[in-house]
């Protein structure tokens, strides 16, 4: 399996780190117990999934641009994590689940950042 295909398969399980990391997954606390600053939080996740999204897409066409899009969304997703262990975002500790999650989350943007750098590396700049 190439570079490529390695870095697919990781920008979805970020997606799917992020939807377990929601509402629709296991964040029980409630919106109103979101502090101010909890609000970027959650700009920065959509902008993340936006942008790894965007990457899986671009991976077939256009693989320098796929790679920065997907270096650059794993590291916003490096915000809400920080913060949120810190206790910025919300007045409420965290749910058990969500720090294990967020643990597991770690690594797999440090993978995701390696095979982006690979495969930006590894792929010739288009002529302009």
């Not at 190439?2 to 509402?23: A, D, G, Y």
């Not at 919106?31 to 609000?39: A, F, H, N, R």
């Not at 794993?74 to 409420?92: C, E, K, R, T, Y």
Request: positive net charge; without cysteine.
């Amino acid at each position: 399996m190439n570079t490529r295909k390695f870095l697919i398969s990781v920008l979805v399980v970020n997606i799917l780190l992020v939807i377990l990391l929601s509402p629709l997954g296991y964040e029980t606390r409630p919106p109103m117990d979101l502090k101010i600053v909890g609000y970027i939080a959650i700009g920065t996740i959509f902008a993340g999934a936006i942008l790894d999204l965007a990457s899986i897409i671009l991976l077939f066409r256009r693989v320098r641009l796929a790679a920065k899009l997907a270096i650059v969304g794993s590291m916003l997703f490096f915000v809400p994590i920080v913060g949120d262990q810190f206790g910025a975002f919300f007045s409420v500790p965290s749910p058990r689940i969500i720090i294990t999650l967020e643990y597991i989350f770690i690594p797999v943007l440090l993978v995701t950042l390696f095979l982006a750098w690979r495969v930006y590396r590894g792929s010739n700049p288009s002529p302009s």
